[in-house]
């Protein structure tokens, strides 16, 4: 079983168009992320939410909304998407009392033509 | 978090031990270290974490100076599958730091025939 799961894993699309990109896990966790990876491959935290509040909101435009429906979701709106989005998105879990060790996802690679 | 530094690029024979190092000499003293990896095309992959004494798990084992300013990632038998970029990490484990994972530019290991 997949223990963090994002979806789409490929997602092509025009600027200016709006997407959303899902993720789900399944281990019980209280706290989920959203981090970004581009071109140069830097992986940087994007947002963290713990029990459905946001906890650390990085300096990310406001065009990204994440929004988290429940402690096992943790989903990314992104509109008006620019040339400079595309990057890979991953998703990851922790628990909070259990030493934060974060579990990621595989990945969404997003591509803004 | 404090800043790591690790090698650029590592090479390693199949089958024989990787020991990958990781200078951490601004640790404070409630700052875990952790070991993440990231192979081609995947999500960063835990791999083990310490705070003082030396770690072992299926996958690696940690070892850590007594001064806690270096420490010491060691794949006992590398394997092609060990090939990755290898992230050492330091997080503490409360407060607002522990939601996040600050990712350097780590080393690339490449497991060689």
């Known amino acids: 079983d997949t223990a963090v799961s994002q979806t789409p894993k490929y997602l092509v699309t025009q600027m200016g168009n709006d997407k959303s990109i899902k993720c789900e896990q399944n281990?019980?966790?209280?706290?989920m992320y959203w981090y970004k990876q581009d071109s140069k491959k830097f992986l940087k935290i994007m947002f963290s939410?713990?029990?459905?509040?946001?906890?650390i909101n990085e300096t990310v435009p406001n065009r990204f909304s994440p929004k988290s429906p429940d402690k096992a979701h943790l989903n990314l709106h992104i509109n008006s998407l620019e040339l400079g989005d595309s990057a890979v998105y991953f998703c990851?879990?922790?628990?909070?009392?259990?030493?934060?060790?974060?579990?990621f996802g595989e990945g969404s690679w997003l591509t803004v033509v | 978090d404090a800043k790591t530094t690790q090698p650029t690029s590592m090479d390693c024979a199949e089958g024989r031990a990787a020991n990958l190092p990781c200078n951490h000499s601004?640790?404070?003293?409630?700052?875990?270290v952790y070991w993440y990896r990231q192979i081609h095309s995947q999500g960063p992959q835990y791999i083990i974490h310490?705070?003082?004494n030396n770690e072992t798990n299926e996958m690696a084992s940690l070892i850590i100076t007594e001064d806690r300013k270096s420490s010491t990632l060691i794949l006992p038998h590398a394997t092609l599958r060990d090939t990755a970029v290898y992230y050492c990490?330091?997080?503490?484990?409360?407060?607002?730091?522990?939601?996040?994972?600050?990712f350097g530019k780590g080393t690339k290991l490449s497991v060689i025939p």
């Open positions: 281990l019980g966790h209280d706290t």
């Open positions: 601004t640790i404070s003293g409630n700052e875990y």
């Open positions: 310490g705070l003082k």
């Open positions: 990490i330091v997080r503490a484990h409360s407060g607002a730091g522990s939601y996040q994972l600050t």
């Open positions: 990851a879990s922790s628990h909070s009392s259990s030493g934060n060790t974060i579990y």
């Open positions: 939410y713990n029990n459905k509040e946001l906890i």
